[in-house]
């Protein structure tokens, strides 16, 4: 059984209903990937090590508080190279706040939105390498 610190209770005629923290995570990561402009999520050392072995972290990135009845993110995201920032960062709370609400039931009291780079496309890259190699 889940530790009760770490789960959402809602309690109602025919039991009990626990939404991990873990599951609240998932949910902000996804829906902060969907917005146009963000490149990836930002993890650390541990979610780097999960990806090289093969696992896919869709929490990486994320920071959650739950409580009974609200929860407060925190995401780490890095845009793409020519995005206007703070309209991509909007929509990212919005989008976010949207599918934790609609998928738990909880309120979401804040999103901050932490931009920790800037990722540049790979095709940008390689007609760079391509036009110095040509003649």
Do not use: C, W
Request: glycine share 10%; net charge negative.
């Amino acid at each position: 059984m889940a530790d009760d610190s770490k789960v959402l209770n809602k309690k109602d005629a025919l039991g009990v209903v626990r939404i991990a923290d873990e599951v609240v995570s998932i949910i902000a990561g996804l829906a902060a990937t969907e917005v146009n402009g963000i490149e990836a999520m930002s993890g650390g050392l541990a979610g780097g090590i999960a990806e090289i072995l093969g696992k896919k972290n869709f929490a990486k990135g994320v920071k959650v508080e739950v409580g009974e009845k609200e929860a407060a993110v925190d995401l780490f995201v890095i845009v793409k190279y020519g995005v206007r920032i703070p309209d991509v960062a909007l929509a990212v709370q919005e989008n976010v706040k949207q599918a934790i609400e609609t998928m738990t039931g909880l309120s979401v009291v804040e999103v901050n939105v932490h931009i920790q780079g800037v990722g540049f496309p790979e095709e940008e890259k390689e007609e760079e390498d391509n036009t110095t190699r040509v003649r």
